[in-house]
T-cell receptor, first 114, second 117 residues
Framework: DTGVSQNPRHKITKRGQNVTFRCDPI?????LYWYRQTLGQGPEFLTY????????KSRLLSDRFSAERPKGSFSTLEIQRTEQGDSAMYLC???FGGGTTEAFFGQGTRLTVV | AQTVTQSQPEMSVQEAETVTLSCTYD???????LFWYKQPPSRQMILVIR??????QNATENRFSVNFQKAAKSFSLKISDSQLGDAAMYFC??????????????FGRGTQLTVWP
């Protein structure tokens, strides 16, 4: 499968716990994006990388959120001290960059904080 | 700030008929792109159609076409000969920039399309 892969697909955690999600982009894509989508809303931008450099972070990305892309390949999104308001679908997307506009999305990780 | 507005939370259409989904956006940029993405119940977002702001010609992809009105900042999607598989959430999205300055997508809240047999 050469699409964007996200793991896990579902995560249930207790409030206050830390969680980490992984995204594997399409192999030749140098741009990687994280979005959050709550029920009935469109995806909201969190952050994006070009290779290993984090180029932009949203105000939504509080200090409890951190994202990395250490070798410019896969990326992780960690949420510390989860809150119920963090419950959402977390979407990863990748694109080739260099003027290519199409972003390819993964199937997302659904987080439920109880 | 860039905003994308989809004023129709839900739409429905009979199979084989035509439906139009509306989208307006706000920007002060001259270089940008507009998209319609489809999100079926499996949740994976799929690109339906793309429009470059610098092109006056409306984009068309098979049964999908857009009506791009740059001055009015309007970007509607027309689905012709609707099929049951078209049922999904449709998101209008905006991408600022051109070439190496391209950034992130701004999405509307979506329109849930139901297709009746």
């Amino acid at each position: 499968d050469t699409g964007v892969s996200q793991n896990p697909r579902h995560k249930i955690t207790k409030r206050g716990q830390n969680v980490t999600f992984r995204c594997d982009p399409i192999s030749e894509h140098n741009r990687l994006y994280w979005y959050r989508q709550t029920l009935g809303q469109g995806p909201e931008f969190l952050t994006y990388f070009q290779n290993e450099a984090q180029l932009e972070k949203s105000r939504l990305l509080s200090d409890r959120f951190s994202a990395e892309r250490p070798k410019g390949s896969f990326s992780t999104l960690e949420i510390q001290r989860t809150e119920q308001g963090d419950s959402a679908m977390y979407l990863c997307a990748s694109s080739f960059g260099g003027g290519t506009t199409e972003a390819f999305f993964g199937q997302g990780t659904r987080l439920t904080v109880v | 700030a860039q905003t994308v507005t989809q004023s129709q939370p839900e739409m429905s259409v009979q199979e084989a008929e035509t439906v139009t989904l509306s989208c307006t956006y706000d920007t002060s940029e001259s270089d940008y792109y507009l998209f319609w993405y489809k999100q079926p119940p499996s949740r994976q977002m799929i690109l339906v159609i793309r429009q470059e702001a610098y092109k006056q010609q409306n984009a068309t992809e098979n049964r999908f076409s857009v009506n791009f009105q740059k001055a009015a900042k309007s970007f509607s999607l027309k689905i012709s000969d609707s099929q049951l598989g078209d049922a999904a959430m449709y998101f209008c999205a905006y991408l600022k920039g051109r070439g190496s300055t391209l950034g992130r997508l701004y999405f509307g809240r979506g329109t849930q399309l139901t297709v009746w047999p």
